[in-house]
């Protein structure tokens, strides 16, 4: 049964940077993807971006982080991380990991957010202005 838990959250000024890290355990399959979520209460969650081990390790960004936010996995450690440079007031969310171990367009981080089969329980980013 796999488990995923986040840390890393945090208050941050505008323009300041977070690293969030994701641990991963207790999947039986080596490859799988691990997808970063946010939400806000009220509102729907999006994906903010995506490392898929189809289509030769794909990274998946949202337009509106491209650029400030890289995605990254140590293998070694079994942990993704999301680091989030230049960090906006819009960016404040929970930031949730989220991984499956599925074929197809779920592998190349293409799948809906139904596709994950692990969730972790969140951890709040806050950007003041």
């Known amino acids: 049964q796999g488990q995923v838990e986040e840390s890393g959250g945090g208050f941050v000024q505008a323009g300041g940077s977070l690293r969030l890290s994701c641990q991963i355990s207790?999947?039986?399959?080596?490859?799988?993807?691990v997808a970063w979520f946010r939400q806000n209460p009220g509102q729907q969650r999006e994906q903010v971006s995506c490392?898929?081990?189809?289509?030769?390790?794909?990274?998946r960004y949202r337009a509106s982080v491209e650029g400030r936010f890289t995605a990254s996995r140590d293998n070694a450690k079994k942990t993704d991380f999301l680091k989030m440079n230049n960090l906006k007031p819009e960016d404040s969310a929970m930031y949730y990991c989220?991984?499956?171990?599925?074929?197809?367009?779920?592998?190349?981080?293409?799948?809906?957010?139904?596709?994950?089969?692990?969730w972790g329980h969140g951890t709040q980013v806050t950007v003041s202005s």
């Open positions: 207790g999947l039986k399959f080596e490859h799988y993807a």
């Open positions: 490392i898929g081990w189809g289509g030769g390790w794909r990274k």
């Open positions: 989220a991984t499956t171990t599925g074929y197809g367009v779920a592998s190349e981080c293409e799948g809906p957010d139904t596709d994950y089969e692990w």
